[in-house]
């Protein structure tokens, strides 16, 4: 299945991506636009909107659009959730301080995006950081922290 967002990804369009291709979409192609052309490119290709204004899996009620996509899907894992929770925090300026891995995480995107500002690329190397911190958010849930 096609997914389209906004180009020039950041922590919300790197986490949602991983996300999807993780966890909801194993064939998931990205295409990247600017963001005047999502709907646009949505209806002519098919392909299915996420982390743009207007669009059913964006921001809503305070969440980001990486819990968003969790809810769409009744995703359940407990460590999805605490990851949801880190992704959240980095990408909702207003709740920066939520989580203390959330910088961390900011400052990795800022520095991919510097480093491979092709966003299918950044995507591709990014999603190493999303597995592993996926991968310590299991260790978190699964000691009870």
């Given at each position: ?7 020039h ?13 993780r ?58 959730l ?64």
């Open positions: 299945m096609k997914w389209v967002t906004r180009s990804v950041h922590v919300d369009r790197v986490a949602c991506p991983w996300l999807i291709a966890f909801v979409d194993s064939e998931a192609e990205f295409i990247f636009v600017p963001k005047s052309q999502v709907k646009r490119v949505a209806e002519e290709t098919g392909a299915i909107p996420f982390d743009a204004p207007g669009v059913e899996l964006g921001h809503h009620d305070g969440k980001c659009s990486f819990e968003t996509i969790i809810e769409h899907f009744e995703l359940t894992d407990k460590a999805l605490r990851l949801a929770k880190i992704v959240h925090s980095a990408d909702v300026r207003a709740d920066r301080d939520a989580d203390p891995i959330a910088v961390g995480l900011e400052a990795l995107a800022v520095g991919y995006s510097l480093r491979f500002p092709d966003d299918l690329e950044n995507l591709e190397r990014q999603f190493e950081v999303y597995d592993a911190l996926y991968a310590w958010c299991r260790l978190q849930v699964a000691s009870g922290k």
